[in-house]
């Protein structure tokens, strides 16, 4: 059983709390057993799996899963357990993984994806993802300046669906959209000042969605490059929909299409 905090497999585990040390260790974290089991059922590669002796004991059958299918197992101590994770009261396992594993988004799409610009919310980044996997969504682009797509929070707000969703992290949406736009596809740009509200747009065909920062919106930039612009009818007294919440609306209303065809 590793006890001590000062194990190096435990320190190594501990700095993947932050971007710096998941950038450098090409590693993220996976905290929870819901996470695990979904992990298990999409087949997705763990690197090392930490769990407490009461936790093997409470789930003997997904235990004996991970034994069979990871690198490394350790037993670890509760105390160990809580320094590994970022949660404040984990629930006895935490995983590392290698992001290179997951569903890659690669352009032309056949349905509707949906792109990210400097998302800095982890909760809504993770929703988002959530939504687009139970909305069929193709794929999702987020800008390179946005929230790490593998920031414990984002993974916990997923509910297991990070598994499911093709993504791309891009350092140049201008660069993706142009290419997007010369295959064909859609471009949709959501602004506050749009004359079109995002009903009125055919998404049956294949469709980007553009959706910006929490506060500061879509960029000028990419709003040129789209063929429409829309928006999200809202009563005067309110100034704005939370980012999630409108990526929800549009991805409904483009399934609604697609099942009334």
Same mark, same amino acid.
């Given at each position: 059983m590793l006890s001590s905090l000062q194990n190096p497999l435990v320190k190594q585990m501990r700095k993947l709390q932050q971007p710096k040390g998941r950038r450098q260790q090409g590693w993220f974290l996976l905290e929870g057993t819901h996470?695990?089991?979904e992990a298990i059922a999409f087949r997705y590669p763990l690197a090392v799996v930490c769990a407490t002796a009461q936790w093997q004991e409470n789930h003997p059958h997904l235990w004996q899963q991970l034994v069979a299918?990871?690198?490394r197992v350790e037993t670890v101590s509760e105390a160990v357990l809580e320094a590994i994770a970022t949660t404040v009261h984990p629930d006895g396992i935490v995983a590392a993984a290698s992001p290179k594993y997951r569903p890659m988004a690669?352009?032309?799409?056949? &349905?509707? +994806?949906?792109?990210?610009?400097?998302?800095q919310d982890p909760g809504n980044l993770g929703t988002i993802i959530r939504t687009a996997a139970a909305t069929e969504a193709a794929g999702l682009w987020l800008s390179g300046d946005s929230v790490d797509c593998e920031h414990p929070k984002v993974l916990?707000?997923?509910a297991g669906q990070w598994f499911r969703l093709p993504m791309r992290v891009s350092e140049n949406?201008?660069?993706t959209l142009q290419s997007a736009r010369q295959q064909g596809m859609q471009i949709?740009?959501?602004?506050?000042?749009?004359?079109?509200?995002y009903w009125e747009i055919d998404y049956t065909q294949p469709t980007l969605v553009l959706l910006?920062?929490? &506060?500061? +919106?879509?960029?000028a930039e990419l709003q040129a490059i789209a063929h429409w612009q829309v928006k999200i009818p809202l009563s005067a007294a309110v100034e704005s929909l939370n980012v999630a919440i409108a990526t929800a609306l549009i991805l409904y209303e483009g399934?609604?299409?697609k099942q009334n065809r």
């Open positions: 996470l695990l089991q299918g990871t690198a690669t352009l032309p799409i056949p &349905g509707i +994806g949906v792109v990210l610009e400097t998302i916990r707000a997923t949406l201008v660069e949709v740009a959501t602004t506050a000042g749009a004359k079109h509200t910006g920062n929490e &506060g500061a +919106g879509l960029s399934k609604r299409q």
